[in-house]
Nanobody, 121 residues
Framework: QVQLVESGGDLVQAGGSLRLSCAASGSIFSINPMGWYRQAPGKQRALVAIITTGDSTNYADSVKGRFTISRDNAKRTMYLQMNSLKPEDTAVYLC???????????????WGRGTQVTVSS
């Protein structure tokens, strides 16, 4: 089984910073891409940022210039550095990844359970 486990969520004041981590474990051949998503109460899950094995990145307009996504392929870990946090960034942050378990296997999308980020005004 493949698992993604997020960590680093917390309660912070507006203007503060947090660093989220997403660690992958299990029988994994490759992981590509990896992405951060967020879901606020009453809203749909939305893409925050995504990164490929070649370090190509894409960000939601609302976080450009404030958030930075990165990954350590050797550690199978992805990060999200969040600066200048705003109350509207409050949400459960989930990581997702396209995973293959063998060289000839198909890609399967896997989700983590999420970590809560709360930004107070």
């Amino acid at each position: 089984q493949v698992q993604l486990v997020e960590s680093g969520g917390d309660l912070v004041q507006a203007g503060g910073s947090l660093r989220l981590s997403c660690a992958a474990s299990g029988s994994i051949f490759s992981i590509n891409p990896m992405g951060w998503y967020r879901q606020a109460p009453g809203k749909q899950r939305a893409l925050v940022a995504i990164i490929t094995t070649g370090d190509s990145t894409n960000y939601a307009d609302s976080v450009k210039g404030r958030f930075t996504i990165s990954r350590d392929n050797a550690k199978r870990t992805m990060y999200l550095q969040m600066n200048s946090l705003k109350p509207e960034d409050t949400a459960v942050y989930l990581c997702g990844a396209g995973v293959t378990t063998s060289a000839s296997g198909s890609v399967r999308w896997v989700w983590g359970r999420g970590t809560q980020v709360t930004v107070s005004s």
